[in-house]
């Protein structure tokens, strides 16, 4: 939805389309303005996109609020339906399998291969445990993820992030859209109210020094003559 669809519901909400609405179309984008400074905060709708790998990139570009996760774009294995001109390591156990399946090969040399493997893999669980993979840390005002990566790093990193968004019409999700809307209409009822509430004070201050009957726009009524009661001794 863009502004103006949000503008035009918030109106139909508050007059269902038979009355008039005392806010104009700048005081609604001023409060669809506060409702969205409001709600922007709980947003926590992610994207993803796919970058080159540093250990420090600039996500200016993304508008990034903040950032959930990362990913290995590429498999330690490789990815044959992406493109990369990095060379990736290979698992040897992986790379010696084909002598095993092979017609051609045989079970020679099999138990250096295990060994070579487990010597392999053991190396890969020190260097984890001495630096995490794939930890992170994302400075907001700088915009710059900081990523550390144990070994074997990729030519490509996926970063799934939290938006920051600049308009109400970046909005995509129906339920942040109805939320949204929610907000809106509560903070115009607000605004409505107070208007109304002045401009009734208004007109109550500028007649108080008047006569209640013109106030009232009614001509005074003339007293009702009221006779003394005869006394019974006046009488007797």
């Known amino acids: 939805m863009d502004r103006q669809a949000y503008k035009d519901e918030i109106k139909f909400r508050l007059t269902s389309g038979v009355l008039s609405l005392e806010l104009g179309d700048?005081?609604?984008?001023?409060?669809?303005?506060?409702?969205?400074?409001?709600?922007?905060?709980?947003?926590?709708?992610?994207?993803?996109?796919?970058?080159?790998?540093?250990?420090?990139?600039?996500?200016?570009?993304?508008?990034?609020?903040?950032?959930?996760?990362?990913?290995?774009?590429?498999?330690?294995?490789?990815?044959?339906?992406?493109?990369s001109t990095g060379t990736i390591p290979v698992d040897p156990m992986y790379a010696s399998q084909w002598q095993l399946l092979a017609g051609t090969g045989s079970l020679y040399n099999f138990q250096d291969f295990v060994y070579n493997y487990?010597?392999?893999?053991?190396?890969?669980?020190?260097?984890?445990?001495?630096?995490?993979?794939?930890?992170?840390?994302?400075?907001?005002?700088?915009?710059?993820?900081?990523?550390?990566?144990?070994?074997?790093?990729?030519?490509?990193?996926?970063?799934?992030?939290?938006?920051?968004?600049?308009?109400?019409?970046?909005?995509?999700?129906?339920?942040?859209?109805?939320?949204?809307?929610?907000?809106?209409?509560?903070?115009?009822?607000?605004?409505v109210v107070i208007i109304v509430a002045t401009e009734a004070f208004l007109v109550i201050a500028t007649h108080a020094t008047l006569s209640p009957y013109v106030v009232l726009g009614q001509p005074p009524k003339k007293a009702p003559t009221i006779e003394p009661t005869p006394s019974p001794r006046r009488v007797l």
């Open 26 to 83: 700048s005081e609604l984008d001023q409060v669809l303005n506060a409702a969205f400074r409001e709600i922007q905060r709980y947003i926590d709708t992610t994207k993803l996109v796919t970058v080159p790998y540093s250990p420090c990139i600039n996500m200016s570009k993304y508008n990034v609020s903040s950032v959930s996760r990362i990913f290995r774009a590429e498999s330690y294995t490789g990815n044959a339906s992406l493109e």
């Open 118 to 191: 487990a010597s392999w893999n053991t190396l890969l669980q020190i260097r984890n445990t001495t630096s995490t993979d794939l930890a992170f840390r994302f400075e907001r005002d700088t915009q710059n993820l900081y990523i550390n990566i144990a070994s074997n790093k990729p030519t490509l990193i996926t970063v799934e992030y939290v938006p920051r968004y600049n308009d109400v019409s970046e909005i995509l999700s129906d339920f942040w859209i109805d939320i949204l809307m929610r907000m809106s209409v509560a903070i115009a009822k607000i605004a």
